[in-house]
């Protein structure tokens, strides 16, 4: 298990360029199995989910060249089936939770596919119900042997339909997608995930020849094709690694420039974290955060204390609350942070009250925190990063706080930032791997 050392009270200063979008490749890499032609994606970050869905792809038989460090070229004109039955695709599926996209691009372009219960943070539950319920819609017979908790799903021909999600899931509306372009006929999927992730899957699949309309929104409807052909794709910037930079610089009054940020597609991140009283400034497509020695949060019109909360897209999404909060624990002010979606994702909070700040954990959702406005900074203590999104909150409280701290189980960070102790280290933090 690896470990960080950090030696926190540092300024950083400089520029710094996002990494490709980490959710939005764990979609595009399942879409290459929807042609047998060749298929290019660049701004691939290097980081482990991406690479465990890439060495899974290889395995099932695709064609796979690296043509530079952040491009590949995919061909999937040879699928080993096989590969679904051995010991390695369980071990590999079970441990992204990307791996669940295959279903609907194998079920529509194969008419099957087996898969086992995928991995991805423990947050709480997270319920694949949507995924297969939508592809039963469209005409898949489906069933979960619950002894080794496998899906296995077939259908000979999928039929287009209209749906109605439960709920907005994100790598659920992808799966359905996926399925319903190859369908016969139109399918209408309503309470669709529209996440910037999923837009771009739409437009990768209508380069392909895919034919969806409604992108952006929650209502897509899709006319089903016979096939698809090759394409190229380039990922957006990691929003939530953006995000995560903001509050880094806030939290330790740091002047950063992040560069290329398509802020456009960043939906409510800037205004959660200016109202957490961090300043910014658009240039161009550059977000400048100036060092700031002292942040302030907003309250609501009528004095009341601000909510931090998640919500589908274009809501806050939320893999950036465990930033947002970190971030309020060192404002003037108070906030209120609910994460809804998931149940087990604020308990790191412990953590955070063993530095010293001061969190009310109401419930599993809600934790209210009473910032110090940099007069007590946090302490460094030893911690374990328990997820990837709690992982990199720790990471700014330790570069924010006096003294050294050890956090323990970095291959949670690792899942999703490329290289973040070498990149931050240029912007003069001192973080060691360990
Ligand atoms: C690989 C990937 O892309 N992972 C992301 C994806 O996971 P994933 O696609 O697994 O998450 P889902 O969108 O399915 O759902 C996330 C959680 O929110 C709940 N839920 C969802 C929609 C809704 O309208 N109401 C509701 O309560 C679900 O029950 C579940 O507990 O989306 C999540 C929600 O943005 C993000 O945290 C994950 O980083
Ligand atoms: C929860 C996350 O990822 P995953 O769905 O891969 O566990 C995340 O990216 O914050």
């Keep these: 298990m690896a470990s960080f050392e950090v030696i926190g009270g540092n300024r950083l ?223 957006l910037p990691d929003m939530i690694e953006i995000g995560s930079f903001i509050g880094l610089a806030g939290m330790t009054g740091s002047e950063i420039t992040i560069k290329n940020c398509q802020i456009s597609e960043l939906g409510l991140i800037p205004e959660t974290f200016q109202r957490l009283g961090i300043q910014m400034e658009f240039r161009g497509d550059d977000i400048f955060i100036p060092a700031q020695d002292h942040y302030e949060i907003d309250t609501y019109i009528d004095g009341s204390i601000l909510n931090v909360s998640d919500h589908t897209w274009p809501g806050l999404t939320p893999d950036l609350l465990s930033v947002a909060l970190v971030v309020a624990t060192q404002a003037k002010g108070t906030a209120l942070i609910h994460q809804k979606m998931f149940e087990s994702r604020l308990f790191f909070v412990d953590k955070l009250i063993d530095m010293g700040a001061q969190i009310i954990l109401c419930d599993p959702h809600r934790a209210t925190v009473i910032g110090q406005n940099k007069q007590i900074p946090l302490r460094g203590i030893r911690m374990t990063s328990p997820d990837i999104r709690a992982g990199v909150a720790l990471l700014i409280a330790a570069l924010s706080a006096d003294g050294t701290s050890i956090i323990d189980n970095v291959e949670q960070i690792d899942r999703g930032y490329q290289n973040i102790d070498g990149r931050l280290n240029t912007l003069g933090a001192q973080i060691r791997r360990i």
Excluded: W
């Design 13 to 235: 200063k400089g520029d710094i360029i996002p990494q490709g979008a980490k959710n939005e490749a764990l979609q595009v890499l399942c879409a290459v199995l929807m042609t047998s032609e060749p298929v290019t994606i660049s701004n691939l970050p290097d980081i482990v989910d991406v690479n465990k869905s890439i060495e899974l792809l290889r395995n099932l038989g695709v064609k796979v060249s690296r043509t530079a460090p952040d491009t590949y070229t995919f061909q999937a004109d040879n699928i080993n089936l096989d590969y679904l039955e051995t010991e390695s695709f369980v071990k590999l599926g079970r441990s992204i939770r990307g791996s669940v996209m295959i279903a609907g691009p194998m079920l529509a372009r194969f008419g099957m596919c087996k898969l086992p219960k995928p991995g991805g943070d423990k947050i709480g539950r997270r319920r694949m119900d949507t995924h297969f319920v939508g592809l039963q819609k469209l005409g898949a017979t489906f069933s979960y042997d619950s002894h080794d908790s496998f899906f296995h799903i077939e259908a000979k021909q999928l039929k287009g339909t209209y749906m109605l999600l439960d709920e907005a899931s994100v790598t659920g509306t992808a799966n359905i997608l996926m399925a319903a372009v190859l369908a016969e006929g139109t399918t209408t999927i309503y309470n669709a995930a529209c996440e910037p992730y999923v837009q771009q899957l739409c437009r990768m699949l209508n380069r392909m020849g895919a034919r969806i309309s409604g992108v952006g929104s929650n209502l897509l409807i899709i006319e089903g094709v016979e096939k698809l052909s090759g394409t190229e794709h380039r990922l």
